[in-house]
């Protein structure tokens, strides 16, 4: 008990200590992309990529946000909103959850979440990426602790190449 109160104390003195350093500047809030009637599809795409990777991915496995994925376009677009205003580091879901509600008003794409799993260093990690597709071109969304598992700018995939 003694030493959790001891703790407790060291904390809070640090606390203080870092919210009363002035030289210390709130780290900056990724800043939502703004669409224009003339920018492509592809243009947007990217403009949500690169919004959704300021974020850094979260490396704690701590989850800051209720991920539920099976209560609707609403509930996704709510946690979308909290994990913009909140502006912490994010996990793949999140990620998604992002797109989803950037790219709502595209009509112009069918998106879909794909899930897989990767293999690393022997341990099995599951992730989710928000694939899209526009006039026959695929590509994704997402974020990662690889970058090879979460971008994919739109390319042609001919039937023959895809993977199964």
Same mark, same amino acid.
């Given at each position: 008990?003694?030493l959790?109160?001891?703790? %407790?104390?060291?904390? *809070?003195r640090?606390?203080?200590?870092?919210?009363?350093?002035?030289s210390?500047?709130? !780290?900056?809030?990724?800043?939502?992309?703004?669409?224009?009637? +003339? #920018?492509s599809?592809?243009? %947007?795409?990217? =403009?949500? /990529? /690169?919004?959704?990777?300021?974020? $850094?991915?979260?490396? @704690?496995g =701590?989850?800051?946000?209720t +991920?539920?994925?099976?209560?609707?376009?609403?509930?996704?677009?709510l @946690?979308?909103k909290?994990?913009i205003r *909140?502006?912490? !580091?994010? /996990?793949?879901? &999140?990620?998604?959850?992002? =797109?989803?509600?950037? @790219?709502? &008003? #595209?009509? $112009?794409? &069918?998106?879909?979440?794909?899930?897989?799993?990767?293999? #690393?260093?022997?341990? #099995?990690f599951?992730?989710?990426?928000? =694939?899209? $597709?526009h /006039?026959?071109?695929?590509?994704?969304?997402?974020?990662?602790? %690889?970058?090879?598992?979460?971008?994919?700018?739109?390319?042609?995939?001919?039937?023959? @190449? %895809?993977?199964?």
């Open positions: 008990m003694k959790l109160a001891a703790a %407790r104390r060291w904390l *809070e640090r606390k203080r200590a870092i919210k009363g350093d002035t210390l500047k709130r !780290p900056p809030y990724p800043e939502r992309p703004v669409f224009t009637a +003339k #920018m599809v592809r243009a %947007r795409l990217v =403009a949500v /990529q /690169q919004f959704i990777k300021e974020f $850094e991915y979260n490396h @704690t =701590a989850n800051y946000f +991920k539920r994925r099976d209560r609707g376009l609403k509930h996704v677009s @946690t979308a909290d994990i *909140e502006a912490l !580091p994010i /996990q793949c879901v &999140e990620a998604v959850f992002l =797109a989803c509600y950037l @790219t709502a &008003e #595209m009509k $112009e794409i &069918e998106r879909f979440p794909l899930s897989f799993k990767s293999n #690393m260093g022997g341990r #099995m599951r992730h989710i990426v928000l =694939a899209v $597709e /006039q026959g071109k695929w590509g994704a969304l997402g974020i990662s602790r %690889r970058d090879t598992l979460m971008y994919l700018s739109l390319i042609h995939i001919s039937e023959p @190449t %895809r993977r199964r």
